[in-house]
């Protein structure tokens, strides 16, 4: 595989289709923030604005800003996103809405814990970028409210019955496997420590079930135990793979050669689970009794499960270099280039029909918004960078 | 067409395969109740009872041991099912959950209207085929509570924040319209009237939009006008249909041929509206301006939106004689039981692709339980005996 080609590839993507798309349709000049709803040429079908995916565009362009190139114009369209999240994302107490109108006004409560996260590595990498200590604070504030959050993440909007069946979910320590790393330079060693220490544990020691074959399960009970229940079957094997990337940039920073090994396995082997064999592509959700889920979209090709795949074995290899990793990124490349991008217009299909056709044909919605396409082909390339410089070296 | 042998085909369908697999496979021997959770052959794949699906299920024996044949087999399963519901269904005062464990434990809580509005016509349909009382006080009962939730069916589990753009469903007044006939038995004259005239009138003025080309929407601004978001473009041609024929209904009560002949040109209308081009089959769910709809399983084609159509279909061509009711009713029978009977085993697919094909190769579910398919057949065949007696007579 030429490395410097791939790598070159996944920058001309990322530099002059998928962030020009973004900055030029998605900013809303006249109120702030991010228009998201965003259809196949670009044009603006919703103007709800969702805290997620304005968080994660905020994120986004701080972040490429730090770790890739000093664009100013990604810096500016990072932080007018952020002021309008700053005043409009909460409801003073760093309790972040869920979506918002056009102008700000708050629309769904603050009911998901993931509006918090993804405002956390929002303001944290902006906080780098800009050296602004106010951006600091929010995410530090923030980050100090989900931690009061973990054990009931929903809080009064949670429906299950007090004590009947409470599960908790691998969503969640996944995502703080990574926000862990993204807002490293705020938290203080020992709170990072032990931050890494319960995510690593809970990915790998309690979702991840060797007994079930090595499969990474959705939700267990509270004391780690099988749930015989449609809960505790689901799978969701982009899940598992994006988290697997995740526990190895951990183990890069823990220098734990025995996680890396461990996390590459896994994602070798929920790619072999999740595989469509009939159709290509990675299924979106699976009951691991083989029984039917619940989700009646659970056949189709999602472009996050596809792109999360190609960052975890592109870094397997890079940290292992089993061939296993080379031979599935190959197959896995050549799907996703084939099928999401789109050749005609910019950005990239979100979601195709288990068949690998267009299943909706917008570039951005109410959960697709400027994340896992750059996020991906930054995360490839910085990889495949570092093997082809290490191959000149050598 | 020969509608005698049609209305044999449907009772055939009915007598002896329906309802002989919800009798040997559903009921809970154990614990009472039902199971709905089937696979294809009829094991159980998962144990957990929902309310709506328990519900219907004491509805749809004894509504048939009512209206079609003094069953003592049907009307024992009716009376198991709702026993376990009385014991285990609400909360002591007529808030019924969502869920329960196999056990009766419950596990969801009583967030969702239609838990009330199927427990209301299932203790209603049973008290008239027992005359037992307390049945009859349940039904009213729970009725009460549910005129108390209108105004906020999702009470404080509703996540929208308050005053910030309060939107109305169709669902609610759509299923009173059905309910006002299902429980006429236990209410007061004046009260049934209001009720009717009310839900008529949000059915034909209100969620029915001429200056859309005679779609019915899903949501609506409180005071009537529509709303240019996702939810307030959404359209679920099934949803509109099936209001159709509940609407027939209270026009043939009412002796009311003007809202029969909308209902039917209404009917007629969200048919083409709704009907797949290219694959047949009627979608679940669009958007009135053609934006991407956030439901991924839009394209997909659900047992019960074609079963209701068929309903609406036979009634309009028996009020009206419109030839296109007999034609659409052809045309939309033929691809009914070509793709959601399934020929090998008993009971009907759910869940078919958009290319007609099995998704979930279950029974019953979640949310498929022992109600549109029997009911469907049940109306049906009552119809076409109807016009083949006419025809005879004549």
Redesign the interface.
């Known amino acids: 595989m030429d490395f410097k080609l791939l790598a070159e590839l996944y920058e001309t993507e990322l530099l002059e289709n998928i962030m020009p798309f973004w900055l030029k349709y998605s900013q809303d000049e006249e109120f702030g923030g991010y228009f998201t ?1 965003l ?1 196949r040429e670009g044009n603006v ?2 103007t ?1 604005k969702f805290v997620w995916l304005q968080a994660r565009e905020v994120y986004m362009f701080a972040s490429l800003y730090n770790k890739l190139n000093k664009n100013e114009e990604w810096l500016s369209c990072s932080i007018q996103g952020a002021e309008f999240l700053k005043k409009h994302g909460h409801d003073g107490d760093y309790n972040w ?2 979506s918002l ?1 056009r102008e700000g ?5 603050p ?1 998901n814990i993931f509006s918090y996260t993804f405002a956390t590595i929002a303001f944290g990498q902006l906080s780098l970028a800009t050296g602004n200590k106010e951006y600091a604070e929010i995410a530090k504030k923030t980050f100090e409210v989900i931690l009061t959050k973990v054990d009931n993440p929903k809080g ?2 949670n ?3 007090p004590g ?2 409470n599960l908790k979910n691998f969503a969640l320590p996944m995502i703080l496997c990574n926000l862990a790393l993204e807002i490293e330079h705020l938290l203080s060693p020992g709170i990072l420590e032990k931050l890494i220490d319960d995510c690593v544990h809970e990915v790998l020691e309690v979702f991840y079930r060797p007994e079930l074959g090595g499969v990474v399960i959705e939700n267990v009970t509270l004391d780690g135990q099988l749930s015989n ?2 809960e505790g079957r689901l799978v969701n094997p982009g899940h598992a793979i994006e988290a697997m990337w995740f526990i190895m940039d951990l183990g890069v920073r823990l220098n734990r050669e025995d996680i890396i090994k461990k996390a590459v396995d896994i994602t070798l082997n929920m790619l072999d689970y999740g595989w469509d064999k009939k159709y290509g592509g990675i299924f979106y959700f699976m009951d691991r ?1 083989g ?4 989700q ?2 659970w ?2 090709k999602l472009w996050w499960v596809h792109i999360e795949a190609l960052i975890s074995l592109s870094k397997g290899y890079q940290l292992t270099e089993r061939p296993e990793c080379l031979e599935w990124f190959g197959r896995l490349h050549d799907y996703t280039w084939a099928h999401f991008k789109d050749p005609e217009f910019p950005e990239w299909y979100g ?1 195709l ?2 068949q690998g056709e267009p ?4 570039k951005g ?2 959960w697709k918004g400027c994340f896992h396409v750059p996020r991906g082909l930054f995360q490839c390339l910085k990889v495949f960078k570092n093997i082809a410089d290490k191959i000149e070296i050598n």
Request: aromatic fraction near 20%; include cysteine.
């Open positions: 709803c259809d079908f919703d709800d809405y869920f109108d006004n708050a629309l769904v409560e009911y009064k909007w429906k299950a019955v009947s069946r229940t449609f009794s029984f039917p889920p619940q009646l979209e056949d189709q979601y029909n288990r299943l909706l044909t917008l919605g109410k």
